[in-house]
T-cell receptor
Framework: TQLLEQSPQFLSIQEGENLTVYCNSS?????LQWYRQEPGEGPVLLVT?????EVKKLKRLTFQFGDARKDSSLHITAAQPGDTGLYLC???????????FGTGTSLTVIP | NAGVTQTPKFQVLKTGQSMTLQCAQD?????MSWYRQDPGMGLRLIHY???????DQGEVPNGYNVSRSTTEDFPLRLLSAAPSQTSVYFC???????????FGQGTRLTVV
């Protein structure tokens, strides 16, 4: 099992629908990041959340860090085809230098 | 700025062969890491380095070696390639652990 589990693994929705992607762990993190990856490219950072309960908005994307800093969610409002991609959460534990990535959610938005 | 540069972009190896994947960054980042990406597994950490001369193992280090003789370069060596090492490999760098990671474009490796 991996440190960060994401759900769902695959998601296919129609343009205009809303969706939520989850990132869960049994470990506590000092910070958590969300990345988006397009085919043939490396992941690109979307946001970093640091404080338990923190909510950040990036246009139609809303990111939330769990109160206990063990989980996070990404909510997309009115999805567009340009949102298609692989969404990855990433975090480091409070101790140690390792930076872990989640299992990923592959999103397809159909026009 | 070039950012993070990985070479080669594609590689086919025969079982038992060795090779080195190159990674260079020009952002003066201290933290560099190698990941492999397999379907349904996200990115798994192979090795990482917190600065020149310092390396450590990640989640899946077996079969791979790294070195960090300079701040800029962080090569990944496959000692004796196996089909299980067929994957897409990404190198990343960041100013420090937990800050924004910048990725190369990846190396798609096939071991036959």
């Amino acid at each position: 099992t991996q440190l960060l589990e994401q759900s769902p693994q695959f998601l296919s929705i129609q343009e205009g629908e809303n969706l939520t992607v989850y990132c869960n762990s049994s470990s506590v993190f000092s910070s958590l990041q969300w990345y988006r990856q397009e085919p043939g490219e490396g992941p690109v950072l979307l946001v970093t959340v640091v404080t338990g309960g923190e909510v950040k908005k990036l246009k139609r994307l809303t990111f939330q860090f769990g109160d206990a800093r063990k989980d996070s969610s990404l909510h997309i409002t009115a999805a567009q085809p340009g949102d298609t991609g692989l969404y990855l959460c990433a975090a480091r534990k409070n101790t140690g230098n390792q930076f872990y990535f989640g299992t990923g959610t592959s999103l397809t938005v159909i026009p | 700025n070039a950012g993070v540069t990985q070479t080669p972009k594609f590689q086919v190896l025969k079982t038992g062969q060795s090779m080195t994947l190159q990674c260079a960054q020009d952002m003066n980042h201290e933290y560099m890491s190698w990941y492999r990406q397999d379907p349904g597994m996200g990115l798994r950490l192979i090795h990482y380095s917190v600065g020149a001369g310092i390396t450590d193992q990640g989640e899946v280090p077996n079969g791979y070696n790294v070195s960090r003789s300079t701040t800029e370069d962080f090569p990944l060596r496959l000692l004796s390639a196996a089909p299980s090492q067929t994957s897409v490999y990404f190198c990343a760098s960041s100013y420090f652990r937990g800050t924004e990671a910048f990725f190369g474009q990846g190396t798609r490796l096939t071991v036959v």
